[in-house]
């Protein structure tokens, strides 16, 4: 007997007269990287993060499936106990030098990781980009220090907050997206680095969508606005998009990297990732290093849809990444034009409250360097359609 059913029941019911339940779509076959069977019917999809095309890359394909046969499929335990193997310690060596830090430590999901940051850096506050992502939100809270959030990419507001908080005994730590996950603009991370150094605190970068994409080689937005380490001492990133894999890790100076493996508690107690998964994220490194076109070629195709969209009249926030919405407004509208879409063949989905804020509703397009410029063009005619019939 579940002793909480009416309280679990009253909460589906408030979501659903809200309008804010969400459902899953079954994915029913895999027909490429960015195709696949959905609601019956074949579709190019626009909503993944496999921004580089990697995900089912016959190479890193290729090197899951030859680990696996090596290492079996489950780690067996977590890193501190007997999971921490080979393929591991050698792809955190080679994420440290890929980003240019002296040391990476791997997790099992970026959620972990930002959790896992929040915990060991715990200051007298954390400042927060109002559209940061969830797990960053839950970071500054896991900190235990007082969350104040800062107005989206402003630095001015940060130094304000910054200056209010001064406290040199306890550092403030600043939370922010590299790359902001619903509007795909980059932070100014020049000016929020600067802004920490003159007021002593840390900042943390989630890069979850930058690292692959942007920057020399792929090494993100830290990397492509100049910062080291002593700029950015905690730089997170993720590989289940741009690597098309899956897990993430922090990577910064040997201090904080061992102050995470000694305490953080979403590291210590959780079991590793399995070693073939370490083994494709390592292959797919090596093809990310070697294909520089992938890059250019999802950034040139987000360009393309960019034009022809702000050609149609549609609200484009300013993102130069692959990330591209389009603003709607109301949710019913931005329902109604992905079921417009689906029904065309293009996957989709809309964005709504509380993900976004109210009033905002959009498609969030995402471009893959597995699209071309087809696709692009045949999705901007039937967008053309679905707003102006
Ligand atoms: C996807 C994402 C995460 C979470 O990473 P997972 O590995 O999927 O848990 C964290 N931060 C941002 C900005 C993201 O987009």
Redesign the pocket.
């Known amino acids: 007997m579940l002793h909480a059913r009416d309280s679990l029941a009253a909460g589906l019911d408030a979501l659903d007269r809200a309008g804010r339940a969400r459902s899953r779509r079954v994915v029913e076959q895999h027909l490429g990287p960015v195709r696949s069977v959905v609601a019956g019917r074949e579709c190019t999809t626009f909503c993944g993060n496999d921004y580089l095309g990697l995900a089912d890359h016959p190479e890193v394909v290729g090197a899951l499936r030859e680990a696996a046969v090596e290492w079996g499929v489950g780690s067996g335990a977590s890193h501190l106990v007997s999971g921490h193997t080979r393929e591991h310690h050698a792809l955190e060596e080679e994420l440290a030098d890929f980003v240019g830090r002296p040391r990476a430590l791997l997790f099992s999901?970026?959620?972990m990781a930002?959790l896992a940051l929040g915990s060991v850096l715990a200051g007298r506050v954390a400042c927060e980009d109002r559209l940061n992502?969830a797990?960053?939100l839950d970071a500054g809270l896991a900190s235990g220090a007082r969350l104040v959030r800062y107005a989206h990419a402003d630095v001015g507001a940060l130094r304000a907050r910054l200056q209010r908080q001064r406290d040199p005994s306890r550092p403030a730590l600043v939370l922010t997206?590299g790359v902001f996950?619903m509007d795909g603009d980059v932070a100014p991370l020049r000016g929020l680095a600067e802004a920490c150094r003159e007021h002593g605190a840390d900042l943390v970068v989630?890069d979850?969508?930058g690292f692959g994409v942007l920057g020399p080689g792929g090494a993100g937005s830290v990397a492509e606005a100049g910062l080291g380490v002593d700029d950015v001492p905690a730089l997170m990133c993720?590989l289940?998009?741009a690597a098309g894999t899956f897990g993430?890790f922090v990577a910064g100076s040997a201090l904080l990297v061992e102050s995470l493996l000694q305490r953080a508690r979403t590291y210590i107690y959780t079991t590793a990732l399995p070693p073939a998964l370490a083994a494709a994220t390592r292959a797919s490194l090596r093809v990310m290093r070697r294909e520089d076109w992938r890059r250019e070629k999802v950034l040139a195709l987000a360009a393309r849809f960019r034009v022809g969209a702000t050609g149609l009249g549609l609200r484009m926030l300013p993102s130069r990444t692959p990330i591209q919405p389009v603003v709607f407004g109301s949710e019913a509208a931005a329902v109604a034009a992905s079921a417009a879409l689906l029904d065309r063949g293009h996957w989709v989905p809309a964005i709504r409250p509380p993900t976004v804020p109210a009033g905002s509703s959009r498609l969030r397009f995402t471009f893959s360097a597995a699209h071309d410029e087809r696709d692009v063009d045949r999705l901007l005619d039937d967008l053309a359609a679905a707003v102006h019939p």
């Open positions: 999901t970026g959620y930002n992502h797990s960053l997206d996950s989630d979850a969508h993720t289940g998009k993430a």
